[in-house]
């Protein structure tokens, strides 16, 4: 079992930065890939970012490659997501999830969401 907890959403200004955080527990969590995804309003969830269980290997959809950058301290159950020049089209729950695999995400563990949003 492994549980998820986002934090650090809120209202920034298009061209600022967030940093999103994922709380894990549960001994599976050092083990798991962990990706975030995001659903806008009116729109189907869609992946942002994943890491691979050591942290090692980084993967971003092509909307915010070069602008978000993924992270993993597997030593504090931790997970991030740094969202630097973000863009109103940024706007959207962000969700943490981890699974053991990248392809078993969406059948794998999720939080509860945080709000992003980012006004013009």
């Known amino acids: 079992q492994v549980q998820l907890v986002e934090s650090g959403g809120g209202l920034v200004e298009a061209g600022g930065s967030l940093r999103l955080s994922c709380a894990g527990s549960?001994?599976?969590?050092?083990?798991?890939?962990m990706a975030w995804f995001r659903q806008a309003p009116g729109k189907e969830r869609e992946f942002v970012a994943g890491?691979?269980?050591?942290?090692?290997?980084?993967y971003y959809a092509d909307a915010v490659r070069g602008r978000f950058t993924i992270s993993k301290d597997n030593a504090n159950n931790m997970g991030y997501l740094q969202m630097n020049s973000l863009k109103t089209d940024d706007t959207a729950v962000y969700f943490c999830?981890?699974?053991?695999?990248?392809?078993?995400?969406?059948?794998?563990?999720w939080g509860q969401g945080t709000q992003v949003t980012v006004s013009s």
């Open positions: 999830a981890s699974a053991p695999t990248l392809s078993t995400m969406k059948s794998g563990y």
């Open positions: 890491v691979s269980w050591k942290g090692d290997n980084a």
């Open positions: 549960g001994s599976a969590f050092g083990r798991y890939f």
